[in-house]
């Protein structure tokens, strides 16, 4: 047990309002002690912003604590309970590998999640072990730390740590614990479970603490349960639009994964585009493409579909009333998710005000960039800085025509050139992780070299600096690896 004093000098200021929701939403789970915890990589800056002594939680004392092997008194470790609809499929789910210690309140008053992922089995296992390997801890690690560089919003990473033991996937591994902090770990899932297995009281508790944690500007009593759905699906539309603007694929996008905080979570089978193709899967179990790059609008209003149904016994006391004012909820996800996806493509393109012309702009370029396979990002950044390599796309009769018009458009605003170039700058990222970038990191670590990764790591979370030690990372593979692949280790 880590007494009072090792609490106050590590920075933790731990509240456990989750667990004052009734007992269906979660299980107590007892500590799963590992052999030789040892630090890898610990993200010292978000350490600060969450009031953490980072030197504290890099002792010998901090590290049993992010290994699961001392308990917080003032923690609560339980393993919550959801559902999902897992490639279109019903399953009582859970957590069930990782841990959450408690909310950590920070200097400035907010609440984030503090969460142990590897930390071994939990009443929802179904049968797993409830550890992790290294190479997909880092893997987690690295995408989420590269997507809050980004400015999108996500879980964030605030250590890994080995185990000392090995787990056994398709071959023995190094063992590993992820430290993850998020806004909160409440999914669309959650909400399922609690429509399927639990009363309607459960389910309006469920509610009303989502809307005092995440939405507490909310203050109509009367449509409080409309309005939490609005606020959802708004957040929703403009972080699938961030995905898209920047060539993300999530890769499972099940409604398990889907966060109620519109936080990007659970970086598993994701990655980004190289050569621009809106067909593009990576996941090795999506066959059918159901979470392609093009699909992901789509996929994210089914998901709103299916939140929006467990909160019809709220909406409305008249069933048919319920469903459709939850209909009508919506219905308006698309012109949300069209009206921020343009306006992101707007600015990666200099323009800043709106023609009804932009939007075929936008998508010739796109159609463009898909036909000479050039890379979406790099392209983008050619744009940005008046850098036409001897490519076939910059020669071709297609893109002249486009810059022309292009550059008729920015003629029609009345921004600067120097003004639509720092936009475009600031809209277009240098370097995003790359999937060729990450598995030489992991490649790397796993031979006990994190220097590389802590050189990938420091040039991710400046992506919009444009400055000469990006250089080398902004490099697409030599072959296009669109049709690399990825699995849900993570």
């Not at 949300?336 to 932009?358: A, P, V």
């Not at 800085?385 to 018009?405: G, M, T």
């Not at 990006?470 to 030599?478: F, G, L, M």
Request: hydrophobic share 35%; glycine share 6%; charged share 25%.
């Amino acid at each position: 047990m880590v007494n009072k004093k090792e609490i106050l000098e590590s920075g933790l200021n731990l509240d456990n309002s989750y667990n004052n929701l009734p007992k269906l939403f979660f299980s107590e789970v007892n500590l799963n002690t590992v052999p030789s915890p040892k630090i890898v990589i610990f993200n010292n800056s978000l350490a600060k912003s969450l009031g953490l002594n980072s030197n504290n939680l890099k002792s010998k004392e901090g590290v049993s604590l992010l290994a699961g092997n001392k308990r917080i008194k003032e923690g609560i470790f339980i393993a919550q309970a959801y559902a999902g609809h897992q490639f279109g499929n019903f399953a009582i789910l859970g957590d069930g590998r990782t841990v959450l210690l408690g909310e950590q309140i920070t200097p400035l008053g907010e609440r984030f999640d503090i969460q142990l992922k590897g930390s071994g089995k939990t009443p929802y296992s179904r049968g797993g072990d409830g550890k992790a390997a290294l190479g997909p801890m880092l893997r987690e690690y690295i995408i989420s730390e590269g997507m809050y560089g980004l400015g999108i919003p996500t879980t964030r990473s605030l250590a890994v740590i080995k185990t000392g033991e090995f787990v056994f996937r398709q071959s023995r591994e190094e063992g590993a614990i992820l430290t993850r902090v998020a806004s909160s770990h409440i999914r669309f899932g959650t909400f399922e479970y609690a429509y399927h297995m639990g009363t309607y009281e459960e389910l309006e508790k469920l509610a009303n603490y989502c809307l005092k944690r995440h939405f507490p500007h909310i203050k109509d009593k009367n449509d409080k349960y409309l309005n939490l759905l609005n606020e959802v699906i708004k957040v929703q539309a403009s972080l699938v639009a961030k995905w898209q603007a920047v060539g993300f694929i999530h890769g499972v996008m099940n409604t398990d994964n889907m966060t109620i905080s519109g936080e990007t979570i659970d970086y598993g089978p994701c990655a980004f585009m190289d050569n621009y193709n809106p067909d593009t899967v990576f996941s090795s179990i999506d066959i059918q493409g159901r979470y392609a790059y093009k699909n992901q609008p789509i996929m994210a209003e089914w998901n709103l579909c299916r939140f929006a149904e467990t909160l019809i016994p709220l909406l409305d006391k008249n069933k048919e009333r319920a469903i459709s004012i939850a209909q009508d909820a919506v219905s308006n996800f698309y012109d949300l998710y069209y009206l921020n996806w343009i306006s992101n493509m707007r600015f990666k393109i200099g323009i800043f005000n709106q023609e009804e012309q932009d939007k075929v702009i936008i998508e010739d370029l796109l159609s463009i960039i898909e036909k000479y396979n050039e890379d979406y990002t790099n392209t983008f950044i050619s744009l940005t800085f008046n850098n036409y390599e001897d490519k076939d796309i910059f020669k071709s009769k297609e893109f002249s025509n486009w810059y022309k018009v292009w550059k008729e458009r920015l003629k029609r605003q009345p921004q600067s050139k120097e003004t639509v170039a720092k936009l475009m700058k600031e809209s277009n990222p240098a370097i995003i992780p790359r999937n060729h970038r990450v598995e030489d990191v992991i490649e790397a670590a796993n031979k006990g070299d994190y220097n590389v990764m802590k050189k990938f790591l420091d040039v991710l979370s400046r992506p919009y600096d444009h400055s000469k030690d990006q250089e080398e990372y902004s490099k697409p593979p030599k072959v296009s690896d669109n049709n690399y692949r990825t699995f849900c280790g993570t």
